[in-house]
């Protein structure tokens, strides 16, 4: 139901845009939202946008360069990943739940398979 794709690797301070295809079922007036998790920390919240596109939330780390949006009309959900950093090397979740609260919670309800993002220093 849900379909990342746009991983890829790219040197430190590079773009990457990540795109998330989801079923018209889970997407309509629900929340999308991005994770990333590595082998070595801890699954990480990186942004989550309403369905109406309104509201916008971020994790402290990625604020100021990376940028949530969506596209209903085509059930797409977009990262555009700016001035990027080793650290932001993950796999990247796309997921949806009807409720803002718990995709911050960090339990939507849908998980697509991740997408791979290396950032070479």
């Known amino acids: 139901q849900l379909q990342a794709s746009g991983g890829g690797q790219v040197q430190a301070g590079g773009s990457l845009r990540l795109s998330c295809a989801a079923s018209?079922?889970?997407?309509?007036?629900?929340?999308m939202g991005w994770f990333r998790q590595t082998p070595t920390k801890e699954r990480e919240f990186v942004a989550a946008i309403t369905w109406t596109g309104g509201t916008t939330r971020y994790a402290d780390s990625v604020k100021g360069r990376f940028t949530i949006s969506r596209d209903n009309a085509k059930n797409m959900v977009n990262l555009q990943m700016n001035s990027l950093k080793p650290e932001d090397t993950a796999i990247y979740y796309c997921t949806t739940d009807p409720s803002l609260i718990t995709v911050l919670g960090g339990r939507p309800k849908y998980w697509g398979l991740g997408t791979l993002v290396t950032v070479s220093s």
């Open positions: 018209r079922r889970v997407f309509s007036s629900w929340v």
